[in-house]
């Protein structure tokens, strides 16, 4: 199974999906200290940057997307400001990404304030969001 990975951090989702039997092709991380311990693990694999500048064609073929989008917006020790906050509003390029390249497979890692960031309706517009696809 071939697997695109999106904010990849340092590569600890990659890591247990190749433990799997899977093949990460390429890691989309904007951070250059993440990238620079990704390119001492994963030398052979593509890596992307900012994910707003990414086009699902970049991602290529790939069965399985997977990431944890950025989370402090929604964490109960952030500001909870949801998916509006300037971090957590990232979830739509995973969104739009998921939607341009359509795996068959997605995996999204996030934190437990997502459950009840703005009273649960976050999570109702990803769920909503991921059904629409």
Same mark, same amino acid.
């Given at each position: ?10 590569? &600890?989702? !990659?890591?247990? %999906? ?27 694999? *593509?890596?992307?940057? !900012? ?44 969104? *739009? ?10 995996? /999204?890692?996030?934190?437990? &304030? %997502? ?6 309706? !976050?999570? &109702?517009? /990803?769920?909503?969001? %991921? &059904? !629409?696809?």
């Amino acid at each position: 199974m071939r697997v695109a990975s999106l904010f990849s951090g340092i590569g &600890g989702m !990659d890591l247990a %999906l190749e433990q799997a039997g899977m093949q990460v092709v390429v890691q989309v991380e904007n951070n250059p200290v993440c990238n620079r311990v990704l390119a001492r693990h994963w030398p052979n694999v *593509r890596r992307l940057g !900012d994910v707003r500048k990414v086009s699902g064609s970049e991602l290529g073929a790939v069965d399985l997307v997977c990431g944890g989008f950025p989370c402090q917006d929604l964490s109960t020790a952030g500001r909870r400001t949801g998916l509006a906050g300037t971090r957590s509003v990232l979830w739509w390029e995973f969104h *739009r990404l998921l939607s341009e390249c359509r795996p068959r497979w997605c995996i /999204i890692e996030n934190v437990p &304030g %997502l459950l009840s960031s703005n009273y649960g309706r !976050d999570m &109702g517009t /990803i769920l909503w969001a %991921l &059904g !629409d696809l």
